[in-house]
């Protein structure tokens, strides 16, 4: 159905986008543009004329605000679709579920927002935000597979437990880089605490976890293409392909941008590049399980 397609589809975009526009907020200095919460300014919910943070910084911070209002609604539209369109799906009350936690966690987003400015921009806070969305994320890319109603491929045990190892070491490659973000110099305004762990140390740490990263696919795909059946390599094989591809894609930013000093032109790509890295990998897991156990009889 279109219009389903439509609204769980844009519930994922839409989570990816907040990355996009956080990573706006922080990246221009605007991350105290509306200084309270939840209004803007004492008084007022928008930004007010000859505000003192600056008209530019304050119309930053409540965009990056509104996309949450406007993700809520989208969300609870999903929320509606899934009970609706979902009672004929197997998974109707995983559906429901996740369905719920879509709206629950967007609500808790609004709640970190909220301790994110009211601490200043501590960088604990911020990097929470960060990581809400990505569970965020993992939710409605599946949820958006169960309401498309695509089959999970069958995969060996190994490949199973090697990409659920692999979405573990995706999640920290990303948790690692919100550390580097709040140790590095795009804080969201010049008075933000920062982690105080050394950039550079840290930087390469995260750099090394995305070598392992990459080694770890390039094994897995060996392995999907030497022992799993026609079907798995057809689509478990071709979203692994994926990930690989938008992996590489994202080191190399990652690369660049420590390379020219982070220029936020290409910090901001970086910050996509985390979404659509964790979509790679979360469609990766919600189209495969592991295949069911051989039974064996023995006949005297």
Same mark, same amino acid.
């Given at each position: 159905?279109?219009?389903?397609s *439509?609204?769980?589809?844009?519930?994922?975009?839409?989570?990816?986008?907040?990355?996009?526009?956080?990573?706006?907020v922080?990246?221009?200095g605007?991350?105290?543009?509306?200084?309270? =919460?939840?209004?803007?300014?004492?008084?007022?919910?928008?930004?007010?004329?000859?505000?003192?943070?600056?008209q530019?910084?304050?119309?930053?911070?409540f965009?990056?605000?509104l996309?949450?209002f406007?993700l809520?609604f989208?969300?609870l539209?999903?929320?509606i679709?899934?009970?609706?369109w979902?009672?004929?799906?197997?998974?109707?009350?995983?559906?429901?579920?996740?369905?719920?936690l879509?709206?629950?966690?967007?609500?808790?987003?609004?709640?970190?927002?909220?301790?994110?400015?009211?601490?200043? *921009?501590?960088?604990?806070?911020?990097?929470?935000?960060?990581? *809400?969305?990505?569970?965020?994320?993992?939710?409605?890319?599946?949820l958006?597979? +169960?309401?498309?109603?695509?089959?999970?491929?069958?995969?060996?045990?190994?490949?199973f437990?090697?990409?659920?190892? *692999?979405?573990?070491?995706?999640? +920290?490659?990303?948790?690692l880089?919100?550390? !580097?973000t709040?140790?590095?110099?795009?804080?969201g305004?010049?008075?933000?605490?920062r982690?105080?762990?050394?950039?550079?140390?840290?930087s390469?740490?995260?750099a090394?976890?995305?070598?392992?990263?990459?080694?770890?696919?390039?094994?897995?795909?060996?392995?999907?293409? !030497?022992?799993?059946?026609?079907?798995?390599?057809?689509?478990?094989?071709?979203?692994l392909?994926?990930?690989?591809?938008?992996?590489?894609?994202?080191?190399?930013?990652?690369y660049?941008?420590?390379f020219?000093?982070?220029?936020e032109?290409?910090?901001?790509?970086?910050?996509?590049?985390?979404?659509?890295?964790?979509?790679?990998? =979360?469609?990766?897991?919600?189209?495969?399980?592991?295949?069911?156990?051989?039974?064996?009889?023995e006949?005297?």
């Amino acid at each position: 159905m279109l219009i389903s397609s *439509l609204i769980f589809t844009a519930l994922v975009v839409l989570q990816v986008g907040l990355i996009l526009t956080g990573g706006a907020v922080r990246l221009t200095g605007s991350g105290l543009g509306c200084p309270t =919460w939840p209004q803007c300014t004492p008084g007022s919910f928008k930004p007010i004329p000859h505000q003192v943070q600056g008209q530019l910084h304050a119309w930053i911070e409540f965009t990056n605000r509104l996309l949450t209002f406007v993700l809520f609604f989208v969300a609870l539209a999903a929320l509606i679709g899934a009970f609706k369109w979902g009672k004929s799906r197997l998974e109707y009350r995983r559906i429901r579920a996740l369905a719920i936690l879509q709206i629950l966690g967007i609500l808790g987003q609004g709640v970190l927002g909220g301790i994110t400015v009211l601490t200043h *921009l501590n960088p604990i806070p911020v990097a929470g935000h960060f990581l *809400l969305t990505v569970a965020l994320i993992a939710g409605s890319v599946s949820l958006r597979a +169960l309401m498309a109603g695509k089959i999970k491929v069958e995969i060996t045990r190994m490949s199973f437990r090697l990409s659920r190892g *692999l979405a573990g070491l995706t999640l +920290l490659v990303i948790v690692l880089g919100t550390i !580097v973000t709040g140790s590095g110099p795009h804080a969201g305004d010049i008075k933000a605490r920062r982690f105080g762990i050394d950039p550079r140390t840290i930087s390469w740490i995260h750099a090394d976890a995305v070598i392992a990263l990459i080694s770890l696919t390039l094994g897995l795909l060996l392995i999907v293409k !030497v022992s799993e059946s026609v079907q798995a390599k057809t689509v478990f094989g071709k979203q692994l392909r994926l990930f690989l591809i938008v992996s590489l894609a994202q080191g190399t930013i990652g690369y660049i941008q420590y390379f020219t000093k982070l220029p936020e032109l290409i910090v901001a790509t970086h910050l996509l590049g985390s979404g659509l890295v964790w979509v790679a990998m =979360w469609n990766l897991i919600a189209r495969s399980k592991e295949e069911a156990a051989k039974s064996h009889t023995e006949t005297d």
